[in-house]
């Protein structure tokens, strides 16, 4: 059974950089068959996909958010994992990694870790 | 890009009723269409891929039809435990993935 992990800080400063990791258990990141994505969740609304990413490092992302986004695969260690620059409140949200098929549907999720951004 | 469209918002029903779910694409998007099941404080859930193929696991009450621009998930059979938003998603070949704004689903 395929488990998801996110883990990062839970608050970061407005103008700074946002991490996340998500640790990967139970199935090969290499595997080849699937894509690794990050999508997040303000409070309240609804889900919006950030972008997602190959083993091999071929990286898709959101146009909106494209410029602010880094996307990184560490196979080693099974993860992946999720660079925001130059935060402001509204990106404030539960963050999620998922894997999707080439066919892109999200058939296993993390739990989500929120993110605030506040000074 | 691709804008969806979902209806209604929200709806209440009874236990047993038959619930419709519309989503509608600005485009042409074949059958690239996913629905997925979200509860309060928990990840999303996939239900249906592909428009109409029902994910492993899924109760058979769960279904979805349609192609191109509009797209139908039902529930045959309302229960309990399908109190939940619930997402369409589309994606296209550039690639661009979209989620709906939810219908929220209450019980009556």
């Known amino acids: 059974q395929v488990q998801l992990q996110e883990s990062g800080p839970g608050l970061v400063k407005p103008s700074q950089t946002l991490s996340l990791t998500c640790t990967v258990s139970?199935?090969?990141?290499?595997?080849?068959?699937?894509?690794w994505s990050w999508i997040r969740q303000p409070p309240g609304k609804g889900l919006e996909w950030i972008g997602y990413i190959y083993y091999s490092g071929s990286t898709y992302y959101n146009p909106s958010l494209k410029s602010r986004v880094t996307i990184s695969v560490d196979t080693s260690k099974n993860q992946f994992s999720l660079k925001l620059s130059s935060v402001t409140a509204a990106d404030t949200a539960v963050y999620y990694c998922?894997?999707?098929?080439?066919?892109?549907?999200?058939?296993?999720w993390g739990q989500g870790t929120l993110v605030t951004v506040s000074s | 890009d691709i804008q969806m469209t979902q209806s209604p918002s929200s709806l209440s029903a009874s236990v047993g009723d038959r619930v419709t779910i519309t989503c509608q694409a600005s485009?042409?998007?074949?059958?690239?269409l996913n629905w997925y099941q979200q509860k309060p404080g928990k990840a999303p859930k996939l239900l249906i891929y592909?428009?109409?193929n029902l994910e492993t696991g899924v109760p058979s009450r769960f279904s979805g039809s349609g192609s191109g621009t509009d797209f139908t998930f039902t529930i045959s059979s309302l229960q309990p435990e399908d109190i939940a938003t619930y997402y369409c998603q589309q994606y296209d070949n550039l690639p661009r993935v979209t989620f709906g704004p939810g219908t929220k689903v209450d019980i009556k």
């Open positions: 998922a894997r999707n098929t080439a066919m892109v549907f999200f058939d296993y």
């Open positions: 485009q042409d998007i074949s059958n690239y």
């Open positions: 592909d428009a109409s």
């Open positions: 139970g199935g090969s990141i290499s595997s080849g068959d699937y894509y």
